[in-house]
Structure formats: C-alpha cells, structure tokens
C-alpha cells in the first residue's frame, strides 16, 4: 500500500513561514517511520505551498492519505480530505486539532485518530489495507523508553521541497500546564524521555548540520529533569557528531552552570525561552509558576545563558487581560533592555481544547468562530477573541506598529554584534544573525498583509519612537555585554 502523510498550513499566512528556516514537520516523519514493511510512504508538506497537494494526490499513486495538522490548518485539512473523496481516496486526520476537534473533524475524514498515534499507527495502516479502516482510533501516551518509539524518519524528504534543518526529539509532555498551550493536553503532564542510546544514534543520522530539538521543555523544571538532560549532553558530547542546534526551555536553565555549560559544548548555541510577560498578575492568571517565581530574577537567568555562550530567544505573549496597547511596545523595550537575542511577540491565541479556550468561549469573548473557516485565524498573528482592557483592534495595530519599526530599521547585524559582546562566541552571533534576518523578512512580509487589513500605514507615534529608541541605544550597544 502507499501512504501519503500530509501537513496542510494556514493560507492567510501562506509563504510567511518559508522566510524563516524550513523546519521538518516532525510527527509525519516519527509516523513515517513507523510504517510497517511492505508499505511505501511519501510526504506532502505544505509550508513549501499549497498549489501542488491536489495535483500529487490526483495521480492515483496513494491508496491512504494521513493529514496531521494544528488548528490553523484545519481549514485547509478539510478542503485535501474533500479532494481526496472526489478521487475515491481514504483518508484519516490526527495531531492537535482532530484531538481536540474529533466530531468536528469526522465528517470530513474517513477515520480520526485521537491523541499519540505511535503506538497504534501501524494497526491504521494494516487496517486501510485490509479495507477495514475504523471510524475513530484512539491513542494513548506512549512509552518512548520502551520500545524506541519517536524516532523520526530522518532521510525521508518531502516530495514537494527540501527541509533547511533537521528536527528531533528527545522527550515529550511538559508539567508547566499554561492555561493558553496544548501541549499538556496532547503530550501529557509528565516529560517522557526516549533512550539515550536511540536519541544519539538517530542524531548521528540526521542528514543536515543544523538541528532543531523540539521538546516543549529540554531542561525540564527540576533536579532530576536536568540531571537527565545533562546525562544526554554527555552522551552526545562524547559519541555525537558534531552538530550546532536550539531547542526550547524553561527559564529556570539560565541557573545551571554545569547545564548550559555541557549544553554549549554539545553544540547548542540557542534556547527558545518563553518569558511570556513581564507582569507578574499575567503570569499567574497563565498559570505559569516557573515564571512568576523567577521574574524578578530574568535577567540575572538570561546572563547565565550568555556566559555560557547560548543565546536566548525570548517568547513573549500579548494579549492578557492586564495588558493595554502600550504593552506592546513595554514589552519590546524591556526585552531588549534585558538582552534578549532574538524577541518573538505573538497574539495570545485560545486554542480548542486548552482551559483558556473554554473560558473565553463561556465567557462569550471569542470572536473568530465561523469554523472552519475562522480556523485560518488562528495564527498567532492575529486576536480572535475580546481582550480586556482593549479591542482586538487595538492589539492587532500595536503588533502591527512594532512589526512596521522592526521592518524599517537596520539592526539585525548591529544584533549579532552584541550577542557576540555577550556571549563570546562567533558561532553563536552566526546564529542569532540568521535568526533575526528570517524573523526580519517574515515580519516585511506580514506588513503588505496587515496594511491592507487595517487599510492603514503607522504614523510615526511616541509609542513607536520609544521601541526605535531602544533598538539604537539597546540592540546596537555593545557596552552592555555581560562581563
């Protein structure tokens, strides 16, 4: 039999992912590996675009399409299973959204699959062989160290483009429960780790010299997390090919020398950190305690990182409901302030089957609910819900406003400069330099979207002058590197 596996995207912000690195889509690679023998499996993916899918599944060279997909893309997700009906095509749906969504996502799909899929997608494949393919699967959280599950498929590419890093994972779930993430949902509350030996043997094998590690939480939120993690480090460190990488982490890294340490001689020369918010009443209304407990202690935390020669990229969130236009702009300030790399601000968006979804949906403040239409809101780049102290208006223009300042000014090499000031390391200024020239070209790539959504261009404003300011004195000073 012949499987496609399929990564539909969001078409309102189609091309905007393909400015920045082409990350793999990993949970189709992890199933593709599991395909029992005999099978022969391809992969679609979408961030390459959208023009060719319909044409590649037409050509009658599939006999089972698996679509994964996030909310965003589930409008799209529905739209490929409906081609594939046209062409006499089964098809099945999981990942995040058919998880949270199955009844929703049922009548668009031959099969749902609910929840991990490792364990129980070779039986799907067997099944749509056998012609007996059930309506619903449900899975189960998988023990990776038990039967060297989440493996991904390293050397399969897309037939539709060719990928600029590889992606592993090491471990899955995250016991942090942010009122706003899924992962907690999807992946569980405890971090499941694969074994160390399968981890290295399959890094070894990923095929390009950059890898993203994609853990939600590397470092974990104690002890015997990191005590894990460092183990890993070592083993990579000692049989690993030589590999530069970035993965994301808690803040609570930043206070564990011997980590950050083992981490930079492993090849790591960047954390995405998730700050979220400077506001401690946000952060406790997030239900992010590792942050609350810490935030008088970032900067200190994010100097740990630079004098381990790791950069920080800093994820922040607006959009709480202690936030106010003006929050924008304060938030970017202080990043840059503090020494933040690489600063990504995002709409704070409710996705289905989070505790924030259900509130703001009970609380009648969603205001992109034309599904699955509306699904294609759902791109961290845009509010879809009623904020507090604001319209969604509002926080949209102010995001648009800081993406216009970023675009316009010449920062980004002045940027690696400092990085390189702070964490003494060439390798690591290289990689904040590319970062920030892919995040610079998405964000000119998203102005075009916005002016025309907002039939407006900003005017230059106190608020916008405050952020230009602070890139001048703040992203291209080197005298504030960390001794």
């Not at 058919?98 to 799907?124: L, M, T, Y």
């Not at 993406?403 to 390798?427: D, E, G, H, M, N």
């Given at each position: 039999?012949?499987?496609?596996?399929?990564?539909?995207?969001?078409?309102?912000?189609?091309?905007?992912?393909?400015?920045?690195?082409?990350?793999?889509?990993?949970?189709?690679?992890v199933l593709a590996q599991l395909v029992p023998p005999g099978h022969q499996v391809e992969l679609i993916d979408e961030v390459f675009g959208t023009a060719p899918t319909e044409t590649l599944l037409a050509q009658g060279r599939y006999d089972l399409v698996g679509v994964t997909g996030y909310s965003s893309g589930a409008t799209r997700a529905y739209e490929i299973a409906a081609a594939c009906r046209r062409h006499g095509l089964p098809t099945i749906m999981g990942g995040?959204?058919?998880?949270?969504?199955?009844?929703?996502?049922?009548?668009?799909?031959?099969?749902?699959?609910?929840?991990?899929?490792?364990?129980?997608?070779?039986?799907?494949?067997?099944?749509a062989a056998a012609g007996r393919l059930q309506p619903r699967y449900h899975g189960r959280l998988s023990n990776l160290d038990d039967k060297g599950l989440g493996r991904a498929s390293q050397?399969?590419?897309?037939?539709?483009?060719?990928?600029?890093?590889?992606?592993?994972?090491?471990?899955?779930?995250?016991?942090?429960?942010?009122?706003?993430?899924?992962?907690?949902?999807?992946?569980?509350?405890e971090i499941r780790r694969r074994r160390i030996a399968d981890i290295v043997d399959e890094w070894n094998q990923t095929p390009k010299k950059f890898i993203f590690v994609v853990d939600d939480n590397f470092f974990g939120v104690g002890p015997k997390h990191a005590e894990w993690a460092k183990e890993l480090l070592r083993a990579i460190i000692k049989h690993g090919q030589r590999r530069l990488w970035f993965s994301q982490t808690t803040?609570?890294?930043?206070?564990?020398?011997?980590?950050?340490?083992?981490?930079?001689?492993?090849?790591?020369?960047?954390?995405?950190?998730?700050?979220e918010t400077f506001n401690a009443r946000a952060l406790k209304a997030y239900h992010k305690g590792i942050n609350r407990n810490n935030l008088a202690r970032y900067q200190e935390l994010v100097n740990g990182f630079h004098?381990?020669?790791?950069?920080?990229?800093?994820g922040f969130i607006i959009g709480a409901d202690e936030d106010t236009p003006e929050t924008v702009a304060d938030t970017a300030v202080q990043a840059v302030r503090m020494g933040v790399d690489i600063i990504q601000i995002t709409n704070l968006t409710p996705l289905p089957g989070t505790r924030m979804y259900d509130r703001?949906?009970?609380?009648?403040?969603?205001?992109?609910?034309?599904?699955?239409?509306?699904?294609?809101?759902?791109?961290?780049?845009?509010?879809?819900?009623?904020?507090?102290?604001?319209t969604a208006r509002e926080l949209d223009e102010a995001i648009f406003e800081l993406?216009?300042?970023?675009?316009?000014?010449?920062?980004?090499?002045?940027?690696?400069?400092?990085?390189?000031?702070?964490?003494?390391?060439?390798?690591t200024a290289l990689f904040v330099l590319g970062m920030n020239r892919g995040w610079k070209r998405m964000a000119k790539s998203q102005v075009p979207v916005d002016a025309?959504?907002?039939?407006?261009?900003?005017?230059?404003?106190?608020?916008?002058?405050?952020?230009?300011?602070?890139?001048?004195?703040?992203?291209w000073s080197p005298a504030s590197a960390v001794p």
């Open positions: 039999m012949r499987v496609a596996l399929v990564n539909p995207i969001s078409r309102r912000s189609e091309g905007y992912h393909t400015l920045g690195s082409l990350i793999p889509q990993l949970g189709l690679q995040p959204h058919a998880s949270a969504c199955p009844d929703e996502a049922a009548p668009h799909f031959d099969s749902v699959a609910i929840g991990e899929c490792d364990e129980i997608w070779p039986q799907i494949v067997d099944d050397l399969l590419r897309p037939i539709n483009g060719q990928y600029d890093v590889s992606a592993i994972q090491t471990s899955r779930g995250c016991p942090v429960g942010c009122e706003y993430c899924s992962v907690t949902l999807y992946n569980g509350p803040i609570n890294m930043g206070d564990d020398p011997e980590g950050l340490r083992l981490a930079y001689k492993a090849g790591c020369r960047g954390m995405l950190v998730g700050f004098r381990a020669g790791i950069s920080v990229f800093g703001f949906k009970a609380e009648g403040r969603l205001v992109a609910m034309s599904y699955p239409e509306d699904w294609e809101r759902y791109t961290f780049t845009e509010t879809v819900y009623r904020p507090a102290q604001m993406r216009y300042a970023a675009a316009r000014q010449s920062w980004v090499v002045k940027r690696a400069i400092r990085t390189f000031f702070r964490t003494r390391s060439l390798t025309q959504r907002y039939g407006l261009v900003p005017q230059p404003s106190a608020r916008m002058q405050r952020v230009l300011d602070s890139f001048r004195m703040h992203f």
